[in-house]
């Protein structure tokens, strides 16, 4: 059973940084990807960041110069650095795998609030 449980976020001030993490089980067979998602409440989740299987990284172009996504294979953890927060930057943080055959798989997501 895939299992995600995500951490690290919090309340910091405009400027700050935070490393979110995420603790994977389960994805030796079938995940080749893990995403880092992020949602406003009222707005779709919107992807932010992805690491491949392979180590190839995308980071979607809004956060790019702020936000870094960054993996540990002995951990089973993947790591999303974010610096120089935003206020419009808080959100609720998720971590997602795609199974290849059983569709996607979501963990329970971590706050951050950033204050001005």
């Known amino acids: 059973q895939v299992r995600l449980v995500e951490s690290g976020g919090g309340l910091v001030q405009a400027g700050g940084s935070l490393r979110l993490s995420c603790a994977a089980s389960?994805?030796?067979?079938?995940?080749?990807?893990l995403a880092w998602y992020r949602q406003v409440p009222g707005k779709e989740r919107e992807l932010v960041a992805t690491i491949h299987r392979g180590g190839s990284t995308t980071i979607e172009n809004s956060v790019q110069c702020r936000y870094n996504i960054s993996g540990d294979r002995a951990r089973n953890t993947v790591y999303l650095q974010v610096n120089s927060l935003k206020t419009d930057d808080t959100a609720v943080y998720y971590c997602n795998a795609p199974h290849t055959k059983r569709g996607d798989f979501w963990g329970r997501g971590t706050q951050v609030t950033v204050s001005s």
């Open positions: 389960g994805i030796s067979l079938g995940v080749n990807v």
